[in-house]
């Protein structure tokens, strides 16, 4: 349920990036901005809640926010690289993201947990989990970042 609802978020997020942009390029990353931050308190809470029917319910508003960021990033990729480098570019993203996601995180949530066990015992995967969610408020921070110069950078790129 959680990828479906995932992947709708990720094709709302693409229609919504594109009305906005049309406002204003930058919404590309305000957008993924937003939604990174947003999601938080909601991932938090989902850590903290006992009841697991009301965890599940309430993740689902994380799940959909989390696949924010994907369309209109993978959008402003692609206007900051000549047409003949998108592909590149594009496979450049996907390997980053999976090499940190994919490959450090499950890692890096082991080590905190385990770290946490001797205070927390069970429960430390749960607090190592909700650790790590915190690292969207620094993505969401280096999309506004990125918001300041999108504009002169996109301009670049079409020389």
């Known amino acids: 349920m959680a990828g479906v609802v995932g992947g709708m978020g990720t094709f709302v997020a693409g229609r919504v990036a594109n009305l906005l942009s049309r406002l204003d390029l930058r919404w ?14 909601f991932f938090v809470a989902f850590f903290l809640i006992q009841d697991i029917k009301t965890a599940l319910f309430v993740y689902l508003v994380p799940a959909f926010f989390a696949g924010f960021c994907f369309a209109p990033t993978l ?8 047409p003949e480098m998108r592909s590149i570019a594009a496979a450049v993203l996907l390997f980053v993201l999976n090499i940190i996601g994919l490959g450090f995180g499950p890692q890096g949530v082991g080590i905190v947990s385990d770290l946490l066990a001797t205070d927390y015992g069970k429960e430390s ?22 918001a300041k110069t999108l504009k002169t950078d996109v301009e670049e790129a079409k020389i």
């Open 28 to 41: 590309f990353v305000w957008l993924a901005a937003i939604s990174n931050a947003a999601l938080v308190p």
């Open 75 to 82: 959008a402003m990729i692609q206007s900051l690289v000549r």
């Open 125 to 146: 995967l749960r607090y190592s989990l909700m650790i790590f969610s915190l690292i969207n408020i620094w993505s969401a921070a280096h999309y506004f970042l990125a």
